[in-house]
T-cell receptor, first 112, second 113 residues
């Protein structure tokens, strides 16, 4: 089983739609979770961290389900500018420290 | 936010030559930096974890003698691709760890001809 898994998509949604992505992780000792956004041929940019109690930033809501070992990202009122690849990142303990593993990314296309 | 630079942004080299990529944290000290590689339409794959003052930790399947990592100071890590081959052509991205957040460099696109 991969350490971090995502549905690659693409998710094609109309403007204004609500869309949700999930990301599963295999290591129950993981402590930190993030969603990144990556535009074509650019470096990833942090969208939001994911906290245990769930957190919201404008149109974006992130949630963590430790029991089932997944995180989710909900985007409300999709904009054309939301079109990008969304990567979940999970820290994985290793040799007394942590490393950060990326999921494969989920492509989102918001259509006019 | 924190800034991480990479140099060069693009490099084209001939097969068999070596290429050095620099990753600098400009406004914070990073004891840990990460090197990733991204092939077209794929996600970022962690290559190695670079720790200041000690040897890098390589991921399974990454040849440490081919991808030399040196983290000589708290603000600089270098990745040298030795004896580059066309299959090494990729987008190489570094990140620096500040507290629990990663800051990414803009990436280096390597093309080996």
């Amino acid at each position: 089983r991969k350490e971090v898994e995502q549905d690659p998509g693409p998710f094609n949604v109309p403007e204004g739609a609500t869309v949700a992505f999930n990301c599963t992780y295999s290591n129950s000792a993981s402590q930190s979770f993030f969603w990144y956004r990556q535009d074509c041929r650019k470096e990833p940019k942090l969208l939001m961290s994911v906290y245990s109690s769930g957190n919201e930033d404008g149109r974006f809501t992130a949630q963590l389900n430790r029991a089932s070992q997944y995180i989710s990202l909900l985007i409300r009122d999709s904009k054309l500018s939301d079109s990008a690849t969304y990567l979940c990142v999970v820290n994985v303990p290793t040799s007394g420290t942590y490393k950060y593993i990326f999921g494969t990314g989920t492509r989102l296309k918001v259509l006019a | 936010g924190a800034v991480v630079s990479q140099h060069p942004s693009r490099v084209i080299c001939k097969s068999g030559t070596s290429v050095k990529i620099e990753c600098r944290s400009l406004d914070f000290q990073a004891t840990t930096m990460f090197w990733y590689r991204q092939f077209p339409k794929q996600s970022l794959m962690l290559m190695a974890t670079s720790n200041e003052g000690s040897k890098a930790t390589y991921e399974q399947g990454v040849e440490k003698d081919k991808f030399l990592i040196n983290h000589a100071s708290l603000t600089l890590s270098t990745l040298t691709v030795t004896s580059a081959h066309p299959e090494d052509s990729s987008f190489y991205i570094c990140s620096a760890l500040s507290a629990y957040e990663q800051y990414f460099g803009p990436g280096t696109r390597l093309t080996v001809t």
